[in-house]
């Protein structure tokens, strides 16, 4: 059954750049994005059976709830420095690759938009009130914890 698990992996990076291109366009993620990835995320669960590659479900259930509920901590004493739209995904992507790949995937993410951020301000693109989609640089991160997430974590965690 490994042949469906890479079809759902391609399919799940295809969602994030679509999430990712509405997100840099409208400053909004649809929750048919989310809702089709934590679908494929429960198919790829039944298909792998929580072994192998795939995350098991006790891994895959800390996933949808810690890193979204922590995002979601930081939107309610920050108004407007994340979406729903952005939490929704980090929830459905953790779900998909367990809680190791999305606390990789959100520390990811987050370097790489602090990253983006320090040269747009740099180069005076960007004011300090100005926002970002920050569903992009998290697609990003979901699809590099996708690809090389246990390397990602070894490294973030400095292993």
Same mark, same amino acid.
């Given at each position: ?48 059976? /929580?072994? %192998? &590659?795939?995350?098991?479900? +006790? @891994?895959?259930?800390?996933? $949808?709830?810690?890193?979204? *509920?922590?995002? !979601? ?9 994340? /979406?729903? %739209? &952005?939490?929704?995904?980090? +929830? @459905?992507?953790?779900?998909? $690759?367990?809680?190791?790949? *999305?606390?990789? !995937? ?11 951020? %320090? ?41």
């Amino acid at each position: 059954m490994r042949g469906l698990g890479v079809v759902l992996e391609y399919i799940c990076y295809m969602l994030l750049a679509a999430a990712a291109g509405r997100d840099i366009r409208e400053r909004r993620i649809p929750d048919a994005y989310s809702g089709a990835l934590a679908a494929a995320a429960l198919l790829d669960g039944a298909v792998q059976g /929580g072994t %192998g &590659d795939g995350a098991c479900w +006790a @891994a895959r259930l800390a996933g $949808l709830f810690f890193p979204a *509920a922590v995002l !979601a901590v930081w939107a309610s004493v920050r108004p407007g420095s994340f /979406g729903g %739209g &952005d939490v929704k995904l980090l +929830a @459905a992507g953790g779900l998909y $690759l367990g809680v190791g790949r *999305a606390c990789a !995937a959100f520390g990811l993410a987050s370097l790489l938009c602090g990253a983006y951020l %320090g040269i747009m301000l740099a180069w005076g693109r960007l004011k300090k009130r100005d926002t970002v989609p920050f569903g992009a640089f998290l697609c990003a991160g979901l699809a590099a914890a996708q690809a090389a997430g246990d390397s990602i974590l070894r490294w973030y965690l400095g292993g």
